[in-house]
Structures are given as C-alpha cells and as structure tokens.
C-alpha cells in the first residue's frame, strides 16, 4: 500500500474553515479511491501563500527529508496553496520529485503532477502562473482604487472612521463627517499632550469624557493620526509619490497643533510622572542637587498618613507636604497683582492685540500669495514631467517639497486667521482673578498647579535649606520678591542676563 501525507493550508482570511473542511473531504476521497494510506498531517496557518518560509512548511520539509523513503506522496488542496510564486512552487514539485521521489498530488483539481511527464508539468506550471497573475492584478487594482481615492481625491478610505468622525454616504459618495461630541475629545487629547499633561492622565480624563478606544496605545494613535489634521497619508504607487495629502474631509485639529505634536511625539518621552493630589509638586520642584523631588506618604504614630518631598539620591531634602504647601501658598498670596496693575495688564493686552492683528492681516496676504506660487510651481513641474522633460525622480521630489511647502502656508494662514478677539474676551473675563493668585492656586486642579508653577518659574523651582529658590521668575509676579524671602517662602535670584542658568551647587 502506497503511503501520503498531506498538507492543508488555511487560505485567505475568512473563508479558512469551508476550505478546510473541503480540503479534508477531498483528500479522504482521493485517499479512498487510490487506496492509500495517509501518515501524517501538517496544519499551516499561515496568512499568505507567498513564500515558502512559513513554520509549518519548514516542518513539512524536515519530515521529508527523514520519511521520504516511507511516503509517496504528499497531498495538496491545490498547487497555489503551496505557494503564491509559480517558479518556486514547480521547483519545489520538481525537487520533491527528484530528490525523494514523492509526488505532489492536487486532490481538488485531482492531478497526479509528474515531473517526467511533460505535459503534466506543463499543466501545473501554467495553473500557477495563472494563479499568480490573478494575485498580482488584485493587489495592483486594490492598490491603484487607494491611491486614486486617497492622493487624488482626498476621500478616506478605511473600514471604520477614525475617533472623532463618523462616515456619511455610501461608496464613492462615503466620506467623513465630524462627530462633535467625539471631536471635542480629540481636541482635549492634542491639547493636553501640548500642555505636558502625562499621557496615562490624558486617557483618564479622555475615558471619562466618553472616549472608546481601547488599547495601550489608544492615545497615541489619536494623537499621530493625520486624520485629524484633514490629511491623509498616501503610500507611493508605481510611479506616483507618496506622503500627505489634503483630504475633502473636515478638519479638527488645525494644522500647526498636529505638527507640533507631531514633533513633541518624536521626541524621547520624559520620566513618567504619577499625578498624586497630595503631593502635586512631585516631579515638578526640585531638589538643590538638581534633581526633581519625588514624594511619598509615611504613617505616623497615630495611624494617619503624613507626605514628604524627597530627594532621592540623597539625604539633601526631606520636607513635610504641608510645610512646603504652606509656604508656597505664602509666596502664592505675595504673587498678588495690585488693582491698578491688572488694569495695566488689560489696556497693554487690548492694544497689543490690535496690533497682533494687523500684522496678521498683512502676513496671511503674503502667505497666501506664496500658496498661489507654490501651487503655480507644482503644476508646471506636473507639466513638465508630462511632457517627459524631467525624470520621475525629480519629479517626485519636486513634488513632496511643494506639497509640504503647501502644507505649511495653509496651516500658517489657518493660525493667523484665528480670531484673536474670542481670546481677549476670555482673558478679559478673568483677568481680576490675578489680584489673588492664592485663590487661583488652590482652585485649580493638580494638572494646572503643575502648568502654572512650570510656567511662572519657567521649570526652575529649587528647593534649599528649608526654602523654594528659583533663578527665573516671571516678571509679572515677582513684584515682592523682597518680601517672599523675608517671610521666609521664596528667594527669588535673578539669574545675570549672561550667564546660563546654573544649578545651585552639588554637595
Ligand atoms: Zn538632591
């Protein structure tokens, strides 16, 4: 009795159990009418039947090369199951043959291949070839649809639409429509990360405000995805350039807030801060040595928890929560603007923003006459290599100079058009609030204590022999220095205009 052994290959995606199922049925006819015995089974899981470097194959060719002289044939569903490549697929055939002596059966199609036999060989060459090209043409038309729908005509083109849109319409007419509630998440995520809100606190407050993604990397992929920004990106096809395109779709983000995030995202990420409302100048005050000071409770006698500040590479600071709260709270009442100052404040801002707004009347109308030059430029490289009077190469970085170029203006001139009256109206509102900083202090959350003592000391808050010190400070607030340090809560050094920044010294 004649010995096989068979090889089953799920196929494509989603239709891997009919297809096994048919695989196995066949088989157990063919074995049955041939009347051979079948030894073993290889199971190949794999997803494409391009190459022959999948695990289960390289097993499959293991057990030939030992059981050869005990197997006479090894039994496929068909010939393309083996391989995608129709050279690859006859050599192996041929080798099998040669060198061990099995023959490649394909149940389905019910062919003996025989290697001596020409037109046998023939066949199974020109069915693989067949199978090749039908592969090839549906990658090329797939490809060329995505490269025609996205480069071309800006249309989104994926399953399911990014967080922040839905999809409105059906196939061609499909596209994306801005889901407001949902966008409005999306803009608290790029302008949390700008405001050096740690990632894992974004989520949190994006979960809480309704947002469904899930996923380690849920924010992140928000947060890169030139969905947002009305772009789309394009994979080079044949001889058509890849990269960003405008999309037809609404944008949510303006185009300076993607790149900006985009180039913070480059960036290596900081040392992780755990927000803690206890101790929120964790991370963010420093030791003398230069370090930031971590935070910690410890229990006291009483059972109740007392915070620390500490230094963690040394024994230099080691300061009770509440005193250091206490004290800054003192330096905070003495940061306090005067009436008269906040009156200041507001007729300065009012004037500066006219002017502010002057000049970007003049500045949009000289970017969007270099958008227009640009635009003159890209067409008549476009004409140019149509006339074949330049190569692809040139054309190709002509042309992503150009689009990049256009990219830019168009986000400078959405910038600049920004209404800059909404902006002083709100901060009209609530100017007054700076007549008491200690007020505005205590009423904010841990993210924005943070954001404000990172700005007002410009990151250089110290911490030294039981007071805060700080190199920087904005002007603004430093009108009672004298007194800050009188009272013991702040001394306030100016740093000489030139010299850098130096640390207080190491001990
Ligand atoms: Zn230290």
Redesign the pocket.
Known sequence: MKRAIRYLRFSQLGQSNGSIERQELYTDQWIKFNDVELVDTFIDRGKSARTFDRPDFIKLQEFIAHHYKSVDYLLVDQLDRFSRDAGEAMSMVKKLQKKYSIQVVSVTEGITFDYETPGSFFRAGLQLLLAEEDNINRSIKVKGGIYTAKAKEGRFVFKNPPFGYKKEGERKERQLVVNEPEAKIVKFIFDAYLRDVPLYKIKEKAYELGFDRKGNMAIERVLSNPVHAGLLYVEAYKEYPGGFFPAIHEPIIDMTTWQMVQSKMKKPEKIRTVLDDEIPLRGILK?????PLSGAPSRGKSGKYFYYYK?R??K??NISAIKAHDQFMGACELMSLTESKVKEIRNGCKSAIQIEMEGNKKKIKEKSQQLEDVHEKLFSVEEKWIKNEINRDTYDRWYSTYNHNIINLKGAIERLSKDQGKAFDILNKHLNLLTDIRYVYTQADTVHKREFISMVFDNNLYYQDGIYRTPTMMDMFSHNSLLMKEKGCLIYEKKRDNLAIIPPSRE
Do not use: P, V, Y
């Not at 030791?287 to 370090?291: A, D, L, P, S, T």
């Open positions: 030791c003398h040595c230069g370090n230094c590479f040394s230099h600071n």
